[in-house]
């Protein structure tokens, strides 16, 4: 348990960093150059959910990067869209995805799969280095 909440802190952090990224990226495309990044309260627990990834990763250990990034894509849209859809019926929910064409049910954009695809392969390699100490 003391590893797993490890894990989930450690998932949670990765996840908010990374969004803070991504945004400030877009402000960056957007031309401007305060580069401002945003996430939510309700990011943490969600990108912590990440540590359930562990025993999957073991699970795949071995096995090509390409297929393990989509086994990760996939779990990160159905989380994406489980907890989305929660967040959504309470009116919480951080993110809106209704103006992509690419939307399901306005709360995963399947052309995000790129990004889950790699943030599936850091989730993967930060489990692994908390499996050696």
């Not at 309470?90 to 790699?118: A, Q």
Request: net charge positive.
């Amino acid at each position: 348990m003391k590893n797993f909440i490890h894990n989930f802190l450690h998932c949670g952090l990765l996840g908010w960093c990374l969004e803070i990224l991504f945004t400030a990226f877009h402000s960056f495309r957007r031309r401007d150059l305060k580069l401002s990044g945003i996430t939510s309260l309700w990011m943490f627990p969600i990108y912590g959910m990440a540590a359930f990834l562990a025993p999957i990763s073991r699970l795949l250990k071995g096995r090509n990067f390409i297929f393990r990034g989509l086994v990760y894509s996939g779990i990160i849209f159905l989380c994406e869209y489980v907890s989305g859809t929660m967040l959504r019926k309470k009116g919480l929910c951080p993110w809106n995805y209704e103006r992509s064409r690419w939307n399901l049910g306005k709360v995963i954009r399947l052309d995000y799969m790129p990004c889950w695809f790699i943030s599936g392969l850091l989730f993967e390699r930060l489990l692994s280095e908390s499996d050696y100490h």
